[in-house]
């Protein structure tokens, strides 16, 4: 099992940044890729990012590309998610998510943290 702990929500404005951190324990060789996903308010979850924790790839969802950056501390067992230049519509839930697969499909991510709120107000 693997367990992920995400921290660094929080509420902000319009134009602000804030980066969030997902810090992994247990058996965290068991998760090849960490993902960012979130969920706004009355939507459905949706793909962020995602990053290898070895090759260190990222890849964007298009509504976060050019703003926000994934990356990962091998060494901490820690993934980041920094964003910058923060819109109201990047208000949600956000989630860390450990799996196997680089991918931008929920599904395919075997283990997630318990979010952690992002607001940006206007």
């Known amino acids: 099992q693997v367990q992920l702990v995400e921290s660094g929500g929080g509420l902000v404005q319009a134009g602000d940044s804030l980066r969030l951190s997902c810090a992994a324990s247990?058996?965290?060789?068991?998760?090849?890729?960490m993902g960012w996903f979130r969920q706004p308010p009355g939507k459905e979850r949706e793909f962020v990012a995602t990053i290898g924790w070895s090759s260190g790839t990222p890849s964007y969802a298009p509504s976060v590309r050019g703003r926000f950056t994934i990356s990962r501390d091998n060494t901490k067992n820690t993934g980041y998610l920094q964003m910058n230049s923060l819109k109201p519509e990047d208000t949600a839930v956000y989630y860390c998510?450990?799996?196997?697969?680089?991918?931008?499909?929920?599904?395919?991510?075997?283990?997630w943290g318990q979010g952690t709120q992002v607001t940006v107000s206007s």
């Open positions: 998510a450990g799996g196997n697969f680089y991918a931008s499909i929920s599904r395919l991510y075997n283990y």
């Open positions: 247990g058996r965290t060789f068991s998760a090849a890729v």
